[in-house]
């Protein structure tokens, strides 16, 4: 018996039916749906390993999630089940990825590779000079923070909701400053650029100007990552959503996005309704019980 079969008997034995039939499926769109806890990043995780010992190059594999602490959690998993080669998986969360990425790139957009990132603190001190530029005396009308500046421009990027509608929807007492806020938003774009700086929300947006904007790059990418694995799907907002339909229309839909059950269907906020990349292929049942 080979090495690489013994590896792929232990997967097996470590999960339930489910599991393994959702670790082990063929290629194309994968949608598991299954409640908190019951083994979902074990799955794709597994699935990880899986195509690694089926030969798969694991810098072929592009693995995604939303917080940190699960990217972490994640990556150490399939270092466990199959050592250091998974260090040469694409792994992170969303951002991470992006920005790995655009550091190859970024001259495309009019950046310089060595670009910085700003966290929210530099995004408000951005925009609160932003708003200065505008000739708003911020201590004496009725304007809306810096931070809530943020946050209404930020919340726009994510839906493609504009900023005007955005007031509207939610911050109705400030709907008098919109067009105000979109001057703001593009000398907020500007500044960031001269500065040759990014925001978070920029990793994504940049990510997905880079794959929309030069076919070439979103065909390179499309087929390196033969394998696109997404956690915590239900968290996915629509410009992860369109990251991950772009990558995955240049690689025949090898895709599969893992998500907790309810929330996955009440969209609500910049999470997206699609789920259009993957078909519901799998729910995962209880614990095998040879395991651990
Ligand atoms: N078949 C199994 N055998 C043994 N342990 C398992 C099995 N499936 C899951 N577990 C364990 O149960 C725990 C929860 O699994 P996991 O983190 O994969 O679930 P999850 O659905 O991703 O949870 P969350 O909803 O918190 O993201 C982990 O410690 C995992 O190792
Ligand atoms: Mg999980």
């Not at 079969?5 to 039916?17: S, T, V």
């Not at 390993?49 to 810098?59: K, N």
């Not at 696109?228 to 959503?241: G, R, S």
Request: overall charge positive; aromatic content about 8%; glycine content about 6%.
């Amino acid at each position: 018996m080979s090495l690489r079969r013994i590896h792929i008997d232990r997967l097996r034995r470590e999960l339930n039916p489910q599991q393994w039939a959702a670790v082990s499926a063929g290629p194309g769109p994968k949608l598991v749906i299954a409640g908190a806890g019951s083994g979902k990043t074990r799955v794709v995780t597994y699935r990880v390993a899986y195509l690694i010992a089926q030969g798969v190059d694991p810098s072929n594999i592009l693995m995604v999630t939303f917080t940190n602490k699960a990217a972490r959690e994640m990556l150490s998993r399939v270092e466990a089940l199959v050592g250091p080669e998974a260090r040469r998986v694409w792994g992170g969360t969303f951002h991470a990825v992006g920005n790995r990425l655009l550091r190859g790139y970024a001259h495309l957009l009019g950046y310089r590779p060595n670009y910085t990132i700003l966290d929210e603190e530099d995004q408000r001190d951005f925009i609160r000079l932003c708003i200065t530029d505008e000739g708003i005396p911020l201590k004496e009308v009725r304007f809306p923070s810096p931070a809530l500046v943020r946050d209404v421009l930020s919340f726009s990027r994510n839906t493609g909701i504009p900023v005007p509608e955005v007031l509207e929807r939610y911050h109705p007492y400030f709907l008098e400053w919109a067009e105000v806020l979109e001057r703001v938003e593009g000398r907020y774009r500007d500044r960031k650029l001269s500065a040759n700086a990014m925001d978070y929300d920029d990793l994504l947006l940049n990510w997905l100007r880079l794959l929309r904007e030069f076919p070439e790059v979103s065909e390179l990418y499309g087929r390196k990552f033969e394998h696109i694995l997404v956690d915590e799907y239900q968290d996915t907002n629509l410009l992860q959503a369109e990251i991950v339909e772009l990558l995955a229309s240049k690689n025949g839909r090898n895709i599969m996005v893992v998500a907790t059950t309810p929330r996955a269907y009440t969209p609500s906020g910049g999470r997206a309704t699609r789920t259009s990349s993957a078909s519901p292929s799998a729910t995962l049942g209880p614990r095998s019980s040879s395991s651990r």
